[in-house]
């Protein structure tokens, strides 16, 4: 079975962290927990993989 990945279009602002060429943005999904780090030249950026809450029914 293929696992279908998050579009990630709900996106909650962590911060910004202050760099030489700028500073980078920090986002988390609120769907599945994956933070997104947006580098100053807006081209480029990371995904850290973060694990989906679960919560007591």
Do not use: S
């Amino acid at each position: 079975m293929r696992e279908e990945r998050c579009r990630h279009e709900e996106l909650e602002f962590l911060g910004g962290q202050r760099t030489e060429g700028g500073e980078n943005l920090y986002f988390r999904c609120k769907v599945c927990g994956d933070v997104i780090i947006v580098l100053p030249d807006r081209k480029k950026g990371y995904i850290i993989r973060g694990v989906k809450p679960t919560f007591p029914r």
